[in-house]
Structures are given as structure tokens and as C-alpha cells.
């Protein structure tokens, strides 16, 4: 077996749920060595989260490792492996300690609302950007606390991310419709190509066309809840899935009670599966804006003195 690469130590670290990589570690000098440097980062970082939240380093330590072992259903994007990235959580974390926000909720009237309110906007916008949240288990994942990605959709179907922590940006995934993409980290100054194929951004382009073209706009809502201190009516809608007809895609969508548009989206990165059921990936959209500038915003040619990723790795 060849060496492994530092993401399956990383993987192997978190989760102890590798055995050739483990059986070759135990083996191979070499990379035992840079397992051993990878605890000794894991440790690190571990000891700066518990200085920043006190009394929940083991809560903390169980939900990265249940991420981690999580699979997710579709190829990991580089949205994904910059979240996952240790580099990321530490300096993000750093940031993140010297920052308190404090919420002051309140309660508004729900006139009532219909689901095809919340549609409209899909249907007839030409872009919109919104916060983007990974779920797991129908609630934000531990990195959501110390980074913030930004979505920008346009029409016909162009995606961006970018992930930002303490107000900076670290790296941006640019997914042109009908164009190659390009991945470019900012923290090494690399930049690799995107195909979008089969990735979690595939996946997420997939979604946001079914809200576009669902016909069920008659549908009542399953109930009320409390988004940015508004009661918002919730609709729970199941999308016909061209690809599997026994797994349709399962959507949870909050509808604002004055301006009738969605202040909030949920969904499961895999057909069939419920976005609040445990162990299921998923994503949450939300703090929308519609019909935003994106001038620019698609454009794949990367900063000066970016070096490609690929080359690096040689």
C-alpha cells in the first residue's frame, strides 16, 4: 500500500475507522510520524476550544467525531473539505472567542400564508444569495458556530460559495452554468478546477431547479415556527426525483407571514431522506436576498500569483 495522503490520516486521527490505513501506519515509520503530528494538532485545537467554551469540550468532541464519520451522500465538494479542514476550525476558533452576540427574539402575527408565496421567488428571480448552514441531524453542525458561507445562484444555474471566517474570506468554490469551475483557497494561494459532477453542488443546483418548477403551490402548512423572531408558517413538501422514483427529494421551506418570501430552506443532501432524521447530511438556506448583482461574481480566472493545487501536491 502507498503512503496514504494527510487526509486519511486526518480521517484516520478523528475517527480511528481506517484499517489499512491504520495496519500501514503501523508499519511505515514515516507516516507515523505525521500521524503523530496530526494528534498533536487535533490536541491543539481541541485545548483552544475548550479555552473559548468552557465545560463542553466533550460535547464538542463527540459531534466532530460523529461528523466525521458521517458519509456523506454524494462526492465532497471543496466547499465541504475547506469546512472539514483543520486549518479552518483553528482559525476560525481564534476569532470566534473574542465574539459574543446577543439575540433579542420577539413575536409577530401570522397572517395567513400559502406555499406558493414562498415559491414565487424561485420561480422569478434571476439570482438570490442567502447564508448557506450544514445540517447534521436536523441541526447546524459544530463549524457553523465559527465560519459563515455565503450562497449566490443566478440563472440558469451558476453556484457559488464562498466561506468566510471572522469577516474574511478563505476560499470560494465558482461553478459557472455550462462552464468548468474552479476551486481557489486563499489560504494557500492554490486553485484547482470543478467539474460540479456528481458533487454536493450538483446536488444543490438539482434542488433549487425543483422548488423552481414544483406545481404543488396549493399545499397547506404542517405547522408554525420562530425564524429571526418571526412566525413563519412551515410547509413540508416532497419533489419528484427523475433519477428514483421511490426517493423524492424532501424539502422543509418557512414563508415570512408579511412579505410572503421563504425565510428559510432545509433540505437532505440525499434523495429520500428526511433533513431532521439522525445521522443525515444536510443543508439549511437562509437570510436571502433576491435579485443581487453578479457582476464578476462568476468568474473563474484566479487572483494573480495563485498557483494550481494540483502543482503543489507534486
Partial sequence: MKCPTDDALV???LTGDASAVQQHVAGCPACATRLSDINGVMHGMEAAHAAAD???????????????????????????????????????GAISAAVIVVAVLGWGGAPAVALADGLKPFKEAKSFSCDYVLLHDGKPAAVAKTMTVKLTWAAPGSLRNEIFAGGKSQAVAI??????????????????????????????????????????????????????????????????????????WQYRIWVHPETKRPVRLEFALQAGKDPTAKGVAGVRLEKFEWDVKTDGLFDTKPPAGYKSAVEEKK
Fill in 175 to 248: 461553478l459557472p452554468h455550462g462552464k468548468e469551475g474552479v476551486a481557489i483557497d486563499h489560504r494557500d494561494k492554490t486553485c484547482d478546477s470543478l467539474d460540479g459532477k456528481g458533487s454536493q453542488d450538483a446536488t444543490l443546483l438539482k434542488l433549487v431547479h425543483g422548488l423552481a418548477t414544483y406545481s404543488g403551490g396549493d399545499k397547506k402548512a404542517a405547522g408554525t415556527d420562530e425564524i429571526d423572531g418571526v412566525k413563519a408558517s412551515r410547509f413540508e413538501l416532497e419533489i419528484p426525483n427523475a433519477e428514483a422514483k421511490d426517493a423524492p
Fill in 54 to 92: 468552557r465545560g463542553h469540550a466533550v460535547g464538542r468532541a463527540r459531534l466532530l467525531a460523529a461528523l466525521a464519520m458521517e458519509p456523506v451522500p454524494t462526492r465532497n465538494t471543496f466547499l465541504w473539505r475547506v469546512l472539514m479542514d483543520r486549518r479552518t476550525w483553528i482559525t476560525s
Fill in 11 to 13: 480521517e484516520l486521527a
